[in-house]
């Protein structure tokens, strides 16, 4: 057993010796709750950094197979500048945010209207069902046909695969409230948009934050899949089927890194606005008060 695998166990066990005392601290005071709650995952990620570095050197795992945390930083580093932001923009910036926005707000008009119309209630959803349950596979070439190669139909691949999420939780939100609210507000003599806007939506908002989140991750997979089946020379999918072709893999990996932070980082922010939307609900009054 050489020096690589030792350490590498060494901080394994050391990792999780730290852990396990952190999570064992019962506290009242929010800072060190929050600290903790950080701390712990933190640790945990460098630990599992640490012990892929050793185990991969130590194995001699050849880095076609599987390149060391050290060489894909280096490689992450070294192609920030080209080809690592084109490609973020390009997938990112444009087909994730773009296809996001128009897939989740026209879930919600058509989530609206649907509240509106039993006929509608009754048509669309199970349309809605067997959409979701096409595969992406099916659905991406379709759509590069349909709007080209370039991200307009990654965009549109995102819109496909965020849209039914959307809307499936908006419906099941909106009909939250329950029957002693909505005869409280026709004792008050309130239309059907004041209903909705003072009662319904904000009992909905739990549910269509889970969509949002939801999507927040099937956006990015699905752009990224979609770059597969046609697209410039540019963007995330791209890059890493092109550089999987040429054996670069720390490049891929790099990719990925890039794309799981992204991803992250969105899914990160909307939890945030989520709180600050919802703070009212048991979920978020709990979790502060722990």
């Given at each position: 057993?050489n ?7 060494a ?30 995952p933190v640790?945990f990620?460098?630990?599992l ?12 795992v ?27 923009q ?13 897939g ?12 509106r ?11 809605g ?17 349909w ?7 990654k965009a549109?691949v ?5 849209f ?8 099941a ?14 004792t ?26 939801i ?6 997979i699905g752009a990224?899949?979609?770059?597969f089946f046609?697209t ?7 890059r ?12 891929v ?5 890039v ?11 909307i ?19 722990g």
């Amino acid at each position: 057993m050489n020096g690589w695998i030792i350490t590498a166990l060494a901080v394994w066990l050391a990792g999780w010796g730290i852990n396990e005392f952190l999570v064992r601290i019962g506290t009242r005071d929010r800072v060190a709750a929050s600290a903790i709650n950080i701390a712990v995952p933190v640790i945990f990620g460098v630990v599992l950094l640490v012990v892929w570095e050793g185990l991969v050197r130590g194995l001699n795992v050849p880095a076609v197979l599987l390149p060391p945390p050290s060489v894909i930083w280096e490689r992450l580093l070294a192609s920030i500048p080209n080809p690592i932001w084109p490609d973020f923009q390009q997938t990112f910036l444009k087909s994730v945010l773009i296809g996001y926005a128009i897939g989740c707000g026209s879930a919600f008009i058509v989530a609206v209207a649907i509240d509106r119309s039993p006929f509608l209630k009754r048509g669309l959803l199970p349309v809605g069902n067997f959409v979701s349950a096409l595969p992406l596979v099916g659905i991406a070439p379709i759509m590069v046909m349909w709007f080209g190669f370039d991200w307009q139909s990654k965009a549109a691949v995102v819109v496909v695969m965020t849209f039914f999420p959307m809307l499936v939780n908006t419906v099941a939100g909106l009909n939250a409230t329950g029957a002693i609210e909505k005869d409280l507000m026709a004792t008050y003599a309130a239309s059907y948009w004041q209903t909705l806007a003072k009662l319904r939506l904000p009992m909905a908002w739990p549910f269509i934050f889970n969509a949002l989140k939801i999507n927040s991750t099937l956006a990015l997979i699905g752009a990224i899949v979609a770059e597969f089946f046609g697209t410039p020379v540019v963007g995330m999918g791209f890059r890493i089927s092109a550089a999987i072709g040429r054996l670069q893999v720390d490049m891929v990996w790099a990719e990925i890194a890039v794309a799981a932070l992204a991803g992250s980082l969105f899914y990160g922010v909307i939890a945030l606005i989520e709180r600050a939307v919802t703070f009212w609900h048991p979920s978020v009054r709990g979790g502060r008060g722990g």
